[in-house]
T-cell receptor, first 109, second 117 residues
């Protein structure tokens, strides 16, 4: 079978750094994606890791360790607008994405 | 580009009625996906198409659900008959087979919020 595990909730304050972890079990693994979804909105793409290591895009970074079946999303200099749900998603053979249950991030001032 | 277009945005219907959700993918995209999102089950892949051909419909919950893609610019998801447990937000997404992210980036429509009474 396949599964993804990520924390259900994370809280932080403005300006802080937060890390959202994701562990997965799947066959035919190609890579790990991260999506952001604000309340009432559609998921939007943040990043994709196919190889081990860190990918940086502005305040957001994503990491993958294929040997550990583990990845994380790192959000720096948190802002109130970063309050949203964050989903890790495994990209596997056939271009299908399998999404985790999502982590709700609450940023307070 | 207008992005992925879905209609209707909201649908309220009574149990037993037929419901048809519509999706127009981004022009030029090869893949189209239908997802369902609920608090309990999260974001579930129902079915996806490649070049208008259904590739994997293993996520379709029951025979009451059916999806079609008659051409590259239009897809429908039909529920007949609808039940209260079908209440959810249904998203359509599309992607390229290749691209800067290797085609992994999916572009989601705004979703259809379905309520079955």
């Amino acid at each position: 079978g396949q599964s993804l595990e990520q924390p259900s909730e994370v809280t932080a304050v403005e300006g802080a750094i937060v890390q959202i972890n994701c562990t997965y079990q799947t066959s035919g693994f190609y890579g790990l994606s991260w999506y952001q979804q604000h309340d009432g909105g559609a998921p939007t793409f943040l990043s994709y890791n196919a190889l081990d290591g860190l990918e940086e895009t502005g305040r957001f970074s994503s990491f993958l360790s294929r040997s550990d079946s583990y990845g994380y999303l790192l959000l720096q200099e948190l802002q109130m607008k970063d309050s949203a749900s964050y989903f890790c998603a495994v990209y596997q053979a056939g271009t299908a994405l399998i999404f985790g249950k999502g982590t709700t991030l609450s940023v307070s001032s | 580009d207008a992005g992925v277009i879905q209609s209707p945005r909201h649908e309220v219907t009574e149990m037993g009625q037929e419901v048809t959700l519509r999706c127009k993918p981004i022009s030029g995209h090869d893949y189209l996906f239908w997802y369902r999102q609920t608090m309990m089950r999260g974001l579930e892949l129902l079915i996806y198409f490649n070049n208008n051909v259904p590739i994997d419909d293993s996520g379709m919950p029951e025979d009451r659900f059916s999806a079609k893609m008659p051409n590259a610019s239009f897809s429908t998801l039909k529920i007949q008959p609808s039940e209260p447990r079908d209440s959810a937000v249904y998203f359509c997404a599309s992607s390229l087979a290749s691209g800067t992210s290797g085609g992994r980036e999916q572009f989601f429509g705004p979703g259809t919020r379905l309520t079955v009474l």
